[in-house]
């Protein structure tokens, strides 16, 4: 289990480091078939480590292995150990499942790009930064991991460094990502401060008359999560994160960074039980997010910014399911959400290939009959999305929205309204896209741009589609509460529920998400399907995306504009590069005045050797 755990972690970094070294000495494809392989053995020996777990006890599935000491200060130290148990093992399922699949697909997408080997090198780290987050068996190891996450995404966001617009996206993700890091970093240091350790046990350790430092810790989490998940009011980096090639969105939002938050909620979730209302405040956080980015999707016209949003609203509700106590839920969530949500930006990116690069929804239509298996990939996708039996977000979104029914109070019956209201827009966005793109007949630009004479796309693109639109259609059957619920029960030992919906409140809760779903597909039909009735006008904060973006620009980025001109006037121009032009016009005339003394002449040089000894001599006769 161990051996299958280390091997899971390195194999992608080989794979990575095998590209960079061996640069130009091997192909582009072949850096894409090393990425893929590195990714894929990592997820055959994640398969063999989980098959070894099964046949142990629960008590026996959680093992730390340390491979040396890595931090030594004082008494603090701290291990390269990894943790694998029944959380960590899901998590390396579905980061090297999903992501092999997405790098697979890539090899087809990225055919003919200049940069095919930096691409894979990137994407086979990004991997390895995702496993080193979720295996690291100690804070300082899940930091390490943590921040070369947010590297690796900066890089695959930058990926195309010449287009302005790539690199303003990285950087702003880079930024946004580096707030959370840093309440994290608090976090860690009050912990070692309190408990003298940064392993998972010391969350549980902080003494209990010290309520303001429970408070601090689990704040210092939480915002570390919600800058990684994309949550309010850290989530504006997102959108502009698809400015890198399609299957880096894919990955990005449906394996790794995103769902980061939700990993590190479930993990440290002993901290969270410590300090209940923070675990509200990511409850709500969650709730608002999923609804906001639900009314969001209304109006984009970009299909990776549609898709995008939804991936926001998507992590609200494992946020919801997290802050709720129903950890096991939020993790099934995680997993059926990386299925779908990664079928449906592959199956865009069949689209934006086949298109020539195109991206706005109004340009397209009548794709149905055109691209008939992207469609179908599509609509699988899309049914999911939407919470439609059998499709597997069915089985796993509404035992969330369930889960805070049974929270109770009126907490919990606004977060189970809201829960079920974000179920209605998933409807209505979700349609409108598919309505939008496929159906009707095709448009001018459609017919004049398509290009399908081989096909929808290489048959390395269309076999990872096909392989997660099945997994949409049919993984939710893992679990069916409350009929039957493996997942659930192999993740208690780890992260036991604090909420446990009745069977009423489950089937009430599942039979009316399905209805709002419906409503939602119904609502996008007659609008956008039949266009019996118009469209209602967009409104300016739904374009504008309720104004964070101008908030941010009014409340940070011009003040910092303004104080860096001010003191570039104020210091810089007259102190620093003042003194840098006296000193240089200082050194300037000393060397002019020193050549004018090099005359060549022996009978110069002569006269002034005699006349500093005679002026050394009159020196040590006055001195004695």
Known sequence: MIAGGWITLFSPLVGAAVITLAGTRIGRRTAGYIATASTMIAFVAAVVAFVAALGKSPDARSQLSTAYTWIQAGSYQSGFSILIDQLSLLMMLIVTGVGSLIIAYSLGYMEGEDEERRYFAYMALFVFSMLLLVEGGNLILLLAGWGMVGLSSYLLIGFYHRRASAVAAAKKAFVMNAVGDATMAIAFFLLIKYTGSLSFSALGQVPAGNRWV??????????????????????????????????????????????????????????????????????????????????????????????????????????????????????????????????????????????????????????????????????????????????????????????????????????????????????????????????????????????????????????????????????????????????????????????????????????????????????????????????????????????????????????????????????EEPVVQGSIVEVATGTRDAARWTARLQTGLVRTYVFAIAASLAVLLVVFVAVR
């Open 214 to 571: 429970v408070n601090i810790v689990a704040l210092g989490l939480l915002g570390g999560a919600v800058a990684k998940s994309a949550q309010l009011p850290l989530h504006t980096w997102l959108p502009d994160a698809m400015e890198g090639p399609t299957p880096v969105s894919a990955l990005i939002h449906a394996a790794t960074m995103v769902t980061a938050g939700v990993y590190l909620i479930v993990r440290c979730n002993v901290a969270f039980q410590a300090a209940p209302h923070v675990e509200n405040l990511a409850a709500v956080l969650g709730t608002v997010t999923l609804l906001m980015a639900g009314l969001i999707a209304l109006v984009q016209v970009d299909i990776k910014r549609v898709i995008a949003y939804s991936t926001m609203s998507q992590i609200g509700y494992m946020f919801l399911g997290a802050g709720v106590g129903a950890y096991a839920d939020a993790i099934f969530h995680l997993m059926m959400h990386a299925f779908f949500k990664a079928c449906l930006f592959l199956a865009a990116g069949l689209l934006i290939h086949a298109l020539g690069g195109e991206q706005d929804i109004r340009k397209m239509g009548g794709l149905r009959k055109l691209m008939p298996f992207t469609y179908l990939a599509f609509l699988a996708g899309g049914l999911a999305l939407a919470g439609i039996p059998p499709f597997s977000g069915f089985f796993s979104k509404d035992p969330i929205i369930a889960s805070a029914l049974a929270r109770g109070g009126w907490f919990g019956y606004l977060l189970w309204a809201a829960g079920l209201a974000g179920a209605l827009l998933t409807g209505i966005y979700t349609f409108r896209l598919i309505f939008r793109v496929f159906l009707g007949e095709p448009s001018a630009f459609v017919r004049e741009h398509l290009h399908t004479e081989h096909g929808e796309g290489p048959i390395s693109m269309r076999w990872t589609v096909g392989v997660l639109a099945v997994l949409a259609t049919v993984a939710g059957f893992l679990q069916f509460p409350p009929f039957w619920e493996p997942v659930s029960k192999w993740l208690e030992p780890v992260a036991p529920p604090l909420v446990v919906p009745t069977n009423a409140q489950e089937i009430g809760t599942l039979l009316i998400g399905v209805t709002m779903g419906a409503t939602g597909i119904l609502i996008a039909w007659l609008i956008y399907g039949s266009h019996r009735f118009r469209a209602p006008a967009a409104s300016e904060v739904l374009e504008e995306k309720f104004f964070f973006d101008d908030l941010y620009d009014a409340a940070f980025y011009r003040p910092a504009v303004w104080l860096a001109a001010m003191l570039r006037r104020a210091f």
